[in-house]
């Protein structure tokens, strides 16, 4: 069974990384899966949230905080080390498994993806406090970011699932946990806050 789960994850990590490929793709994957792409604009809306923002933004920006950064910690430091697969990148190359490599060689251990967990987590907090429609964007990104490191040869599917699955779920125990300390109520799944409480 795990032989023929781990035989079909290779198969369909060759297709996407190097048979479902195109000029554009080979830019904006390489690109999207930078984390100093979008990391200046993380930080200067966690920025925002703290100075300006009102509770329930305040709140927010203290469940990503932990949700990510417990999420990055849990699946780099726990699942890492207790699954230790190795990297598609890393891996001999044969007739039977090739990998197209568009990043620096990675030399961590694969399963799962912490950039795929940490973007799940960050959208998940997001909706739980402030609605589906204000994560509805982060989402997007969560699935762009974890086809990127596929895309780019260092991480299989699997590695990228796992790690949607381990951040929505650490995301959700995490951000449920503090609403509840601060009295907030979380946001229907249909409802969506006034995001910029007090940020002009």
Not at 70 to 88: E, Q
Not at 151 to 166: E, N, R, S
């Amino acid at each position: 069974m795990l032989d023929t789960l781990v035989a079909f994850d290779q198969r369909l990590f060759m297709f996407l990384n190097g048979i479902f490929v195109n000029g554009f793709f080979d830019w904006f994957m390489p690109f999207i899966t930078d984390a100093k792409t979008w990391l200046p604009f993380v930080l200067l809306a966690w920025f925002l949230m703290i100075c300006k923002g009102g509770r329930r933004l305040r709140v927010l920006a203290l469940a990503l905080v932990v949700s990510v950064g417990f999420t990055d910690l849990f699946c780099a430091r726990v699942l890492k080390k207790l699954v230790g697969r190795a990297r598609p990148c890393s891996m001999q190359q044969t007739e039977s498994f090739t990998c197209r490599l568009l990043l620096p060689n990675k030399t961590s251990k694969s399963f799962p993806s912490n950039h795929s967990a940490n973007t799940a987590a960050f959208a998940v907090a997001t909706i739980l406090v402030c609605g589906f429609k204000a994560g509805l964007p982060l989402l997007f990104l969560a699935f762009f970011v974890g086809y990127s490191r596929v895309y780019c040869g260092v991480h299989f599917p699997l590695d990228v699932l796992v790690g949607w699955l381990t951040g929505a779920f650490l995301a959700w125990l995490i951000t449920r946990t503090i609403l509840k300390k601060t009295a907030l109520p979380a946001c229907d799944a249909t409802e969506y806050q006034n995001i910029p409480e007090k940020i002009p």
